[in-house]
């Protein structure tokens, strides 16, 4: 697939992201609507996390989402978990830099991160999870063709109380799918990917 009309690019971490992220870790607005609890993050803890992530063992795989505009470093996506046995992963994305937010950007570093998936990995199955009211991560995830496979009850402790989570797939044939359906309309209408609302 073409990405060369998409406004971001993926690339790997480098240690002095680590500034960037650490940022976007102590930001309530962020935290509050991602899945994982709040906790407190030192500099150097953040700076260790970053290095793991430069350093992994296979297993899982973190970018950085760049806009191609000035190489800003406005977001991340994540494979976990990925079993090479079963051909499968569990997939995130944050969208840290509020100023990209409502713009659609994670959308497109979502798509480049499952054809990494698909077509350089050979997996068949990626998985990705959402608190029921982040409605925009979910709408990120069926723009990005993930289908909706549950609800995981009481799936998490966050603020004091259980919260439930969306629970989302998305398989290689329906990602081919979801991009050739994309391809087309790009070539009668010529326009970038955009999402409303963007916050996740």
């Not at 500099?43 to 793991?52: G, L, S, T």
């Not at 990925?82 to 997939?91: E, T």
């Not at 798509?111 to 990120?140: E, K, P």
Request: aromatic share 10%; proline share 0%; glycine share 8%.
């Amino acid at each position: 697939m073409d990405f060369s009309k998409f406004r971001v690019y993926l690339r790997a971490f480098e240690i002095e992201d680590f500034k960037t992220t650490h940022l976007w870790r102590g930001d309530e607005e962020i935290i509050k609507s991602v899945a994982g609890r709040k906790y407190f993050v030192s500099k150097e803890y953040e700076k260790k996390w970053i290095n793991d992530a430069i350093f992994s063992n296979g297993n899982s795989i973190k970018l950085a989402v760049c806009m191609k505009e000035k190489d800003k470093h406005v977001g991340n996506v994540y494979l976990n978990s990925i079993d090479h046995f079963n051909k499968s992963a569990k997939s995130g994305l944050i969208i840290g830099d509020k100023s990209a937010w409502g713009q659609g950007l994670g959308t497109e570093g979502y798509i480049i991160l499952l054809h990494h998936a698909f077509h350089d990995l050979g997996l068949i199955r990626v998985s990705a999870t959402q608190l029921l009211d982040n409605t925009a991560s979910i709408r990120v995830h069926e723009k990005s063709g993930f289908k909706q496979e549950g609800i995981m009850r009481k799936a998490v402790f966050k603020n004091g109380e259980f919260h439930d989570l969306n629970l989302m797939s998305i398989l290689r044939e329906d990602f081919d799918l979801k991009m050739s359906k994309l391809q087309l309309t790009s070539n009668k209408e010529a326009k970038p990917l955009m999402s409303s609302h963007l916050k996740i």
